[in-house]
């Protein structure tokens, strides 16, 4: 005997999502592009459909679910997704990879990861519509969860457990030096030789809290003269003398660029490497799409950590 159809509809179940995240129906109601009349009344007969109350309305405080509201809402956005995918599929004849494919990436990774996608992956996939955005690693786990990305590019650090994820490279943080530091010709350092001065620090979660653990690890305690969110200006920065820097990211040669020009050194002792990772979300899974974006990373060459110099010890280079 076959099931009844359910008496909800997926414009209901949209709805409901839509203000979950916006947190009011006036504000999810713009968003739709409906009046917030028409979308508190669909969600109102979703409730008696359902036969449950699944959020409580208030204007001072918008929009709160109840414990039956959020497990509406989890399982709505599985159901949206899969018609979402169902409406790609069958509009692309199954024939080949078509529609939309969101990438998130952690801003310091992107200027390694994203340009392969872009290039090789797309050629391979015209039908594909590829969208990137950059954000912090916390707000690319959102979107993750909200549907609003497929797949994303991340260090292996402060990701929520239940996350599935995949390494795909490693990398382990160098120290950034002007030219004419006193440790600049050293094959690598200390983070111990560098403690007492000035320091530019990149200021981007995780990378802001793998730093500072490192001097904690270390009983060291950083002198931060900058802070800043951009790699590009902790470069500049170092190169004009002001301190230096600590990056994870391995940046193509800058020792010549410009007119302020950096070194980058390794860092010697126990510094352990970090994992880039492509994740997705545990609840709504992976798309055709972003399936095969996700083997696609597997066949990419991606940078290798260089091996320590065999040489270099602490104390060996003096100041000049």
């Known amino acids: ?24 129906i006036v504000a ?33 405080q918008g929009l709160t679910l109840t414990s039956a509201g959020i497990r509406a809402v989890e399982d709505a956005r599985r159901l949206l997704h ?31 990861v994203l340009p392969p996608l872009l290039t090789s992956f797309a050629t391979e996939h015209p039908g ?47 120290v950034l030096l002007p030219v004419d530091h006193r440790l600049a010709d050293a094959p690598a350092v200390h983070l111990e030789d560098l403690a007492d001065e000035d320091f530019i ?14 001097f904690a690890e270390r009983g060291l305690t950083p002198k931060i003269r900058h802070r800043t969110g951009n790699p590009d200006v902790v470069r500049s920065l170092v190169g004009r003398g002001l301190g230096y ?15 302020f020009p950096t070194v980058r050194r390794e860092l010697l002792s126990d510094i352990p490497t970090i994992a880039v990772v492509v994740m997705w979300s545990a609840a709504l899974g992976l798309t055709s799409r972003a399936r095969a974006a996700v083997e696609f990373v597997r066949t990419v060459s991606w940078p290798v950590v260089p091996p320590l110099p065999a040489d270099a010890g602490r104390g060996t280079v003096s100041p000049g």
């Open 201 to 214: 620090m990149l200021n981007a979660p995780p990378s802001t809290d793998h730093a500072l653990g490192l």
């Open 82 to 112: 899969a018609a979402d995918e169902l409406n790609v599929a069958l509009h692309a004849g199954g024939t080949r990879l078509a529609g939309p494919l969101a990438i998130g990436c952690f801003t310091t990774i992107a200027p390694t």
């Open 245 to 259: 820097g600590l990056l994870l990211q391995q940046w193509p040669d800058y020792s010549n660029v410009g007119d």
């Open 1 to 24: 005997m076959n099931p009844s159809p359910p008496s909800f509809t997926l414009r209901q179940l949209s709805y409901l999502v839509a203000a979950s995240d916006a947190g009011t």
């Open 128 to 174: 594909l519509d590829l969208e990137t955005m950059e954000a912090t690693q916390d707000h690319l786990v959102n979107l993750l969860d909200t549907g609003r990305l497929d797949i994303a590019f991340a260090y292996d650090a402060f990701i929520p457990g239940n996350t599935p994820r995949e390494k795909i490279f490693e990398l382990r943080p160098h």
């Open 28 to 60: 999810a109601a713009e968003r739709m592009h409906i009046s917030p009349s028409a979308m508190s009344d669909a969600i109102t007969e979703l409730e008696r459909l359902l036969g449950t109350q699944l959020c409580v309305r208030r204007k001072a």
